[in-house]
């Protein structure tokens, strides 16, 4: 499901709403876990799952083309794991 599809979705299951609206509600939402992540903060959507920034170390790697040895800096990357009402929704039979 795209950005776009979740938008539809919404502004099919909510009537009342515009999809301009819908739209804009979707972004904010998006923004904000964006932003927390970004200033270094925890985002937990109880039953969904949380989301959180991990740092990855410096590193040598290796350019796969040549073999040669690469130095990677260090890097935070975003990290999602799943809560456990979504978990057990996903493996129901």
Request: without cysteine; charged residues 30%; hydrophobic residues 40%.
């Amino acid at each position: 499901m795209t950005k776009s599809d979740l938008i539809a979705r919404l502004a099919e299951i909510n009537p009342h709403l515009s999809r301009q609206d819908v739209e804009r509600i979707v972004t904010t939402i998006f923004d904000e876990i964006s932003d927390a992540l970004a200033q270094g903060n925890r985002v937990e959507l109880r039953g969904f799952g949380a989301f959180s920034v991990k740092r990855r170390d410096a590193r040598v790697g290796r350019n796969p083309r040549t073999g040669e040895a690469v130095h990677v800096a260090e890097k935070l990357v975003p990290f999602f794991k799943t809560g456990k009402q979504l978990r057990e929704r996903l493996n129901t039979d």
